[in-house]
């Protein structure tokens, strides 16, 4: 999350110089509106770069500001050029998220843009294009920002050249620039560099003598901000770094260190210390404590082990803390009312165990808190002082008791999830947090009625309210009111009424996911429902009969189907295959004849028909797939031989075809089967040698043939 704090920081940081007003009195230079013209005919707009979700939230406002420039006009009136007030050079270019496309090659006119001071343009695609060196004679620049345009190869020494360089981005959310130590090193002596941002970017060849850390740390005193997140250093993170005199960020997540700031002696300005799944073990290093200006403390997903270190809750000014993901243990103390400007704090998944502390339930600036699945236990207070809280994540836990009425009703709560703990009793009260989007109170043991004011609730849009004990029906109709819904889990509910007396067809928008395994469904054979976005769907072990109905036949954005353990007699029409990747009907009284299924299927990995009545033969279409996953067909009445021609299952792991009728040679093409692990063929009707092609399966290792006519060549029936 910081991370994303830190990258917002630096754009408007660099938006603001790229945008200061142009009071200019001149026109812009004709050799620069030129140059910026044929720049823009040497790259394309790209239309679809900016579908991929990454994109979508790092560049919420695309615009293609290129579009702009028109030949007779003035270059310093276009979007995203900036000229100097006075002179009238082009001295600012910001073309981030412009869906810009194409390769950036050594002789383009941008780099007789010698007056350029700001430099712009990331998020853009200039797929595989080497980072040029004429860079390098862009000797005004003071801001370089070309961060996520797919630039790969070595970062050029020219760079090196950019003295007046004060700000300096290169990250990339692929991997693709590696440095040199000597180019790293000649930056940083003819720099003064303030922020630099080199996220995914290679500096594993620098050392292994060398610590890149140090290196920065001995060479660059002027850093306030420096981020090197997953670039492949290694080393120790000591005093050198941390004392830097002006440094405020420093964000090292996803490498390999260790940390030993055994004498921190100096005063540092640190605020930010990211160090995510960097491998660091053993206890939290208690000069840590003598951080004071931190606000931010991130050390999630590590191996750090030992009890909380109660010398944290001495950095007073902490806003966000994060010691999630670890193997942390003992019981947490009661202390946080010393930090009382804290707003975010995530303990989740270690070994903490005893009372949650009392004093977090104090922390007014609090916004998130997250201690899921440790082993807390007791129950939570009546009243609680959170007046800003928009998580609380408690699942995974001991903990017992009734659900507070306080916490149902916090003003400004989105997500609650108390899931998987023991909470008991009713829930006395309406749930009136009107702002919730996510909501989990499955698998605890709740009764009494089941909460109508849900219904109401119209910003959801994922809830989770199985395995409890409502003694009221559920009215499954009614959830079609929450148009925002993407999940709901309704499963383990003691009376489901899927109608209403007023309708029997329902329209769910937006849900994506339902799972409604082991109820006792009421008005299955009634219900008729619209579902235009659903993939995800679990009906298992209801005790539903006759044909899968139309409705589910009629969702065609299903990828994921589980109707197992029911008494569904026939699967009525076959499905639209193509989309589907895992179908589990197992456990039914399904007498379909399956010989031409599968045919339209494009990316099914897993199919579980076993234990049903299927008849006909072994789908010939999957034998020639090259996709599923995992075949389990047991215990049906298929019949006659299998197909020889398993020659594209490179990613087959399991095939189990027990219990058939299945006869003649056995296929020697499952020898191409090279990812095998499971494989059983037993007590069919198979008559052949001793297969030894089975030597070529090296995954192997669950082998069952037994109930065959096999034989080794001396004739011994196995």
């Not at 193997?327 to 975010?344: A, C």
């Not at 909470?423 to 909460?451: A, D, M, R, V, W």
Request: proline share 4%; net charge negative.
């Amino acid at each position: 999350m910081m991370l994303v704090v830190l990258r917002v920081v630096v754009c408007v940081h660099m938006f603001m110089l790229f945008h200061f007003a142009c009071l200019s009195s001149h026109s812009c230079h004709p050799e620069e509106n030129s140059a910026l013209l044929h720049f823009k005919t040497s790259l394309i707009i790209d239309t679809t770069f900016y579908d991929d979700d990454y994109y979508a939230q790092t560049c919420p406002h695309v615009y293609p500001k290129t579009s702009t420039w028109k030949n007779g006009t003035d270059c310093c009136s276009w979007m995203g050029v900036t000229c100097h007030s006075v002179s009238g050079h082009v001295i600012g270019l910001d073309l981030a998220c412009s869906r810009l496309e194409g390769k950036i090659h050594p002789n383009n006119t941008l780099f007789h843009l010698t007056h350029l001071q700001t430099l712009n343009f990331a998020f853009n695609n200039f797929y595989g294009s080497e980072l040029p060196s004429q860079f390098g004679k862009l000797v005004s620049l003071t801001h370089l920002n070309l961060s996520d345009c797919q630039f790969k190869g070595d970062i050029p020494s020219q760079i090196s050249h950019l003295s007046k360089l004060q700000s300096l981005d290169l990250s990339s959310f692929y991997h693709g620039l590696m440095w040199e130590e000597t180019t790293l090193k000649r930056l940083l002596q003819n720099t003064s560099l303030r922020e630099i941002v080199l996220d995914k970017t290679d500096m594993s060849s620098i050392g292994p003598t060398t610590n890149p850390l140090s290196l920065i740390a001995n060479l660059s005193s002027t850093l306030v901000t420096l981020s090197l997140i997953e670039t492949g250093i290694r080393g120790s993170l000591t005093n050198d770094i941390l004392c830097l005199p002006n440094l405020q960020h420093l964000i090292l997540s996803r490498n390999e260190l260790s940390v030993h700031p055994s004498e921190l002696s100096c005063t540092t300005s640190l605020s930010i210390l990211e160090l995510v799944w960097c491998e660091i073990q053993g206890p939290i290093s208690s000069p840590f404590s003598n951080l004071t200006h931190l606000t931010s403390l991130n050390l999630a997903q590590n191996q750090l082990n030992g009890p909380f270190p109660s010398s944290l809750l001495n950095l007073q000014r902490l806003t966000h803390l994060d010691l999630s993901r670890n193997e942390l243990s003992g019981q947490v103390p009661n202390v946080f009312d010393r930090l009382t400007n804290l707003q975010t704090l995530s303990l989740s998944y270690n070994n903490f165990e005893g009372k949650l502390p009392s004093s977090l339930f104090t922390l007014t600036q609090l916004s998130q808190l997250d201690c899921s699945f440790n082993q807390f236990e007791g129950s939570l207070p009546k009243q609680v002082a959170f007046s800003n809280l928009t998580q609380l994540f408690l699942e995974g836990n001991l903990l017992n008791g009734t659900i507070p009425p306080s916490i149902l009703s916090l003003k400004f709560l989105r997500g609650l999830d108390l899931s998987e703990n023991q909470f008991t009793g009713h829930i006395s009260s309406e749930i009136t947090s009107y702002f919730l989007e996510y909501l989990h109170l499955c698998n605890n043991k709740l009764q009494g009625n089941f909460p109508e004011s849900i219904y109401h609730l119209v910003n959801l849009t994922s809830l989770c309210l199985s395995s409890n004990s409502w003694s009221s029906t559920v009215h499954f109709s009614l959830f079609s009111k929450l148009q925002n819904l993407e999940y709901l889990s309704l499963s383990g509910c003691n009376s489901l009424l899927l109608e209403s007396e007023t309708s029997i067809n329902y329209t769910f928008f937006n849900l994506q996911a339902l799972q409604l395994f082991s109820n006792n469904i009421i008005g299955w054979s009634k219900f008729s429902g619209k579902f235009p976005q659903l993939e995800f769907l679990e009906l298992s072990s209801n005790k539903l009969e006759g044909k899968v109905p139309q409705w589910i036949h009629d969702i065609h954005s299903l990828y994921h189907l589980k109707l197992s353990h029911n008494m569904f007699t026939s699967i009525g029409h076959q499905f639209p295959w193509y989309h589907f990747e895992y179908l589990d009907l197992s456990f039914n009284l399904m007498d379909d004849d399956i010989s031409s299924f599968f045919c339209n299927t494009t990316s099914l990995k897993v199919i579980n028909l076993s234990h049903n009545r299927f008849t006909g033969t072994f789908p010939q279409c999957l034998a020639n797939s090259s996709y599923f996953m995992d075949l389990d067909l047991q215990m049906n009445n298929l019949h006659d031989t299998l197909p020889d021609t398993f020659k594209h299952l490179d990613q087959l792991e399991t095939l189990n075809l027990n219990g058939n009728q299945f006869k003649g040679l056995l296929p020697k093409s499952l020898s191409n089967s090279i990812s095998l692990v499971d494989l059983d063929l037993g007590n069919n009707q198979f008559e052949d040698t001793f297969p030894n092609w089975l030597q070529n399966l090296s995954t192997l290792e669950i082998l069952v043939l037994r109930g065959n006519k096999l034989w080794s060549h001396c004739q011994f029936e196995i």
